[in-house]
Nanobody
Framework: QVQLVESGGGLVQSGGSLRLSCAAS????????MGWFRQAPGKEREFVGK?????????YADSVVGRFTISRGVNAMNTMYLQMNSLKPEDTAVYYC??????????????????WGNGTLVTVSS
């Protein structure tokens, strides 16, 4: 089992920045492919981005390309970050850290994820 805890959410004005963190605990001796999803009120959970187990590859949803960056901590297997810049009101959502059942190159949908954090709320005001 792996437990994931997100932090760093909050209220920010449009154009601002936030950095989310995800701390993994439990069975973290194996490197995992990890990523972020988000869910806005009344909408389905959607893919935001992912990072390979070694941290060398990333991939993002079109809606966040050029604005969001995913990275791993120094202890790569245990910590992941989501740097969000140029935030827009449409980025308002609960952001979830996740560990995938599928490989990095496969299609990431919620059903393909193995572990989830409880989420952290990001609110972007206009």
């Amino acid at each position: 089992q792996v437990q994931l805890v997100e932090s760093g959410g909050g209220l920010v004005q449009s154009g601002g920045s936030l950095r989310l963190s995800c701390a993994a605990s439990g069975r973290t001796g194996v490197p995992y492919t990890m990523g972020w999803f988000r869910q806005a009120p009344g909408k389905e959970r959607e893919f935001v981005g992912k990072i390979s187990s070694g941290g060398g590859r990333t991939n993002y949803a079109d809606s966040v390309v050029g604005r969001f960056t995913i990275s791993r901590g120094v202890n790569a297997m245990n910590t992941m970050y989501l740097q969000m810049n140029s935030l827009k009101p449409e980025d308002t959502a609960v952001y979830y850290c996740t560990v995938a059942k599928v490989g990095f190159s496969e299609n990431w949908v919620p059903a393909a994820m193995l572990y989830w954090g409880n989420g952290t709320l990001v609110t972007v005001s206009s």
